[in-house]
């Protein structure tokens, strides 16, 4: 990205003070979703700049950044969209948490797919368990008991998978996956 050049010196440092504090906003982005994002807000101050070429050159700069806001604050939404579009290109799973962690706060979807996250992480803890401690883990049934994990074994108590518990544990991960994939997309179509 080609930066503004100010005559006005203190417009200069105005303008590289917010660009950079920009560039630590959106660190957490890919080098082209930075350099797009970027690009963009440098748009925006380039065109107000020249529309009001006739006024002080430090004060159209500051009126442009009061009305783009701080970036720290303004550009969480912007960093939380294109994580969520990272995270359905690629497929990766620390893209996902890194962008249901920044959409958090954006609703009861996200809650639900943090949950669908934090159960997906457990379930090849759980079959490690499983291999390691057979009779401790599984899914229990039994005197008001109902319970997917791990559990001391209790008189009345029975673990109702048995041998089928590793293979339902890996489909219901993958069924998941693609559910949280599924949800993210379909935030993002509603947000478009």
């Given amino acids: 990205m080609k930066r503004i050049d100010f005559k006005s010196t203190n417009a200069q440092r105005i303008y590289v003070d917010y660009i950079k504090r920009s560039e630590r906003a959106l660190s957490i982005l890919s080098s082209a979703d930075q350099e797009d994002s970027l690009m963009e807000l440098n748009s925006y101050i380039y065109e107000y700049t020249q529309a009001h070429q006739t006024e002080d050159e430090t004060t159209t700069l500051l009126n442009i950044l009061e009305r783009l806001g701080a970036p720290e604050t303004t550009l969480k939404e912007v960093v939380a969209a294109k994580k969520i579009d990272q995270a359905v290109k690629t497929f990766n799973l620390k893209h996902l948490i890194e962008a249901l962690f920044l959409n958090f706060r954006n609703g009861v979807v996200y809650v639900v797919l943090f949950v669908l996250t934090l159960m997906l992480i457990c379930f090849p803890i759980l079959i490690v368990m499983e291999v390691l401690y057979p009779a401790d883990i599984g ?54």
């Fill in 139 to 192: 899914l229990f049934m039994g005197n008001n008991t109902f319970l997917f994990g791990t559990m001391e074994p209790e008189a009345g108590v029975n673990e109702v998978l048995g041998n089928t518990f590793i293979p339902v544990v890996t489909l219901l991960g993958v069924v998941f996956y693609f559910l949280i994939v599924f949800l993210l997309k379909l935030v993002k179509k509603t947000r478009s």
